[in-house]
Structure formats: C-alpha cells, structure tokens
C-alpha cells in the first residue's frame, strides 16, 4: 500500500524550529522526487521545497530561503524539512509529495502536519 505519513508538526513560539519528517512506502522511494507544500486558512496551496531523487538538487521558495533545509536519506524512504527562525506566518498544514521520475503523471499526497507558530 503507498504511504506518505507526516510528522513532526505541533506549536511553537516564534523564532523557534521544528523538523517535520514524511515516512514513505510501497513505492520505490529513490525514484521519486520529494517536495513540502504548505496551505495556510484562507490561502492558496504553496509549494515550500524540493528535492530531486538522488538529493543533488534543492528549490525553495524564497519566503524560506535562508531558514529551512529540505533533505532526503533514502535508505529510510525519508524526506525532511528543517525550519528554523520560524515565523508564525508559517503557520499551516504541511504535505509532503511525492512525483517520479519516470512514471508521467503518477504523484502521492501524505495526509499533512498542522504547524502552528505563535507570536
């Protein structure tokens, strides 16, 4: 069965960090590029991160450039998003994405992290 299950939200004060984890299975996990999307009430679906299958390359959005770290270890079939310096505009729920690299249009959602930063 194909599994993405997040981890590692909760709250935090402001300035603090958080490492938010997302379990993979049932698919081949190298083979998939990773990414961290966060919606906030009220606002659009954003795309934070992104790591390529091997981990060679990253993206990030540039509200989180400097602050968080986006990382894979795929002998545990395991992405990460380090946040640091948290803001409590980074308040929301966070999911994790999978997409292959070489099956066209086949994506996997986890179910999502609440991340509340309070002020």
């Known amino acids: 069965q194909v599994q993405l299950v997040e981890s590692g939200g909760g709250l935090v004060q402001a300035g603090g960090s958080l490492r938010l984890s997302c379990s993979a299975s049932g698919f081949t996990f190298s083979s998939y590029a990773m990414s961290w999307y966060r919606q906030a009430p009220g606002k659009e679906r954003e795309l934070v991160a992104a790591?390529?299958?091997?981990?060679?390359?990253?993206n990030y959005t540039d509200s989180v450039k400097g602050r968080f770290t986006i990382y894979r270890i795929n002998a545990r079939s395991t992405v990460y998003l380090q946040m640091n310096s948290l803001k409590p505009e980074d308040t929301a729920v966070y999911s994790c994405?999978?997409?292959?690299?070489?099956?066209?249009?086949?994506?996997?959602w986890g179910q999502g992290t609440q991340v509340t930063v309070s002020s």
């Open positions: 790591i390529s299958s091997t981990g060679g390359r990253t």
């Open positions: 994405n999978a997409n292959s690299d070489f099956r066209r249009g086949v994506s996997y």
